[in-house]
């Protein structure tokens, strides 16, 4: 499928690209090539190819949810410069 200045100007409009007239030249070139090989790719005979999402067998690699003990709060605030009802107090940064 070759492509045009045309397309390639198109394609840009819509991704609100600008480009020179040597980029554009040049990406008339590289896209054409890539659009050429997908082709090549639409001969290869998949029928006999199950649909995937991934390559790799997926499986859960999350651990397992266990309750700890978690860290007192008193020694969580022992270093806090502020604190303020159990809470660390910090400087305002919304204007």
């Not at 290869?44 to 995937?52: F, G, K, Y």
């Not at 690699?61 to 910090?90: H, I, W, Y």
């Amino acid at each position: 499928m070759k492509l045009t200045k045309e397309d390639v100007k198109y394609v840009a409009d819509l991704a609100r690209l600008e480009f020179t007239n040597e980029e554009i030249d040049r990406y008339v070139h590289q896209l054409t090539d890539i659009l050429e090989y997908e082709e090549q790719l639409n001969e290869l005979d998949t029928s006999n190819v199950a649909p995937t999402a991934h390559v790799l067998p997926i499986h859960n690699v999350f651990r397992e949810d266990v309750v700890t003990p978690s860290l007192d709060r008193e020694k969580a605030l022992m270093n806090a410069p502020e604190q303020d009802k159990g809470c660390f107090k910090v400087p305002k940064v919304i204007e």
